[in-house]
């Protein structure tokens, strides 16, 4: 498998999500030897997805105020 980003090799890894609620998380995803992109199901369903509709406008982005 070659990555998306780059066209670097790919393999595969046990990787462990210590910030899930449930506590550990352990899974399997594909991560690039070149650049570090990191490919899992979860992501690849994200990806796919069209944007909703309220995080693409720019009148739901919080204003930074200055002074």
Same mark, same amino acid.
């Given at each position: 498998?070659? $990555? /998306?980003?780059?066209?670097?090799?790919?393999?595969?890894?046990?990787?462990?999500?210590?910030?899930?609620?449930?506590?550990?998380?352990?899974?399997? /995803?594909?991560?690039?030897?070149? $650049?570090?992109?990191?490919?899992?199901?979860?992501?690849?369903?994200?990806? /796919? /997805?069209?944007?909703?509709?309220?995080?693409?406008?720019?009148?739901?982005?919080?204003?930074?105020?200055v002074g």
């Amino acid at each position: 498998m070659d $990555c /998306a980003r780059c066209r670097g090799p790919m393999v595969r890894e046990r990787m462990l999500d210590l910030l899930d609620d449930s506590g550990r998380f352990v899974f399997d /995803a594909w991560r690039c030897l070149n $650049c570090g992109e990191v490919w899992d199901p979860v992501i690849r369903a994200n990806r /796919a /997805a069209p944007p909703r509709a309220d995080a693409a406008s720019p009148r739901n982005r919080p204003r930074l105020r200055v002074g």
